[in-house]
């Protein structure tokens, strides 16, 4: 794979482009050299030497950590005024553009409303929705990346996917498939 990083200057202003496999992505404008894009690139909570496919590296996860994918969708009330609600959902692309096509992927949703007591003693609500976290086991196809073989490892066979700092984390409310990455 080959990459670039291309810096653009428009008198002052300074921009960087990481470039590598067809596509083009803005980084930080301190980026000097291909390893800094990359580290740039690379969120906070994935390790170095991930497996990356595109725009999205997958990390492994034990499958404790993830639960029970088969269960229905549940609800508890956490405390006299809160819940909380789980649902899994499967994805067939990672993408909006279907481009990412896991052998099997799983999306995790969580919301709920959380209850304190605000001022003058009154009770307040808040209603809450987490980012979706997306798993996939098995392999990951892409017309132009090619298959990705994510192998089992200690903790079983579940990689959590997360995108690059590009494109950001999922959002909470693109539960549709792809979550709303382009």
């Not at 921009?15 to 803005?26: I, L, N």
């Not at 692309?93 to 099997?104: F, I, N, V």
Request: a positive charge.
């Amino acid at each position: 794979m080959q990459a670039n990083l291309i810096v653009e200057r428009n008198g002052r202003k300074r921009t960087a482009w990481y470039e590598a496999e067809g596509a083009r992505v803005k980084v930080s404008s301190r980026c000097r050299t291909i390893k800094e894009a990359e580290a740039w690139l690379r969120p906070k909570e994935v390790p170095p030497g991930s497996l990356r496919q595109g725009e999205f590296y997958f990390v492994p996860v034990p499958h404790d950590e993830i639960g029970d994918p088969d269960k229905p969708d549940g609800y508890e009330q956490t405390s006299q005024y809160s819940w909380r609600a789980e649902r899994w959902m499967h994805w067939a692309y990672l993408d909006a553009k279907a481009r990412h096509c896991p052998e099997e992927c799983r999306v995790r949703l969580v919301w709920g409303e959380t209850a304190f007591i605000g001022r003058k003693g009154r009770i307040r609500t808040h209603r809450w929705e987490a980012r979706p976290r997306v798993f996939v086991s098995g392999s990951v196809s892409h017309p132009e990346h090619g298959d990705l073989e994510l192998p089992q490892h200690e903790g079983g066979w579940w990689y959590e996917v997360i995108p690059n700092r590009a494109h950001g984390p999922w959002r909470p409310g693109h539960s549709r498939f792809g979550g709303g990455i382009d």
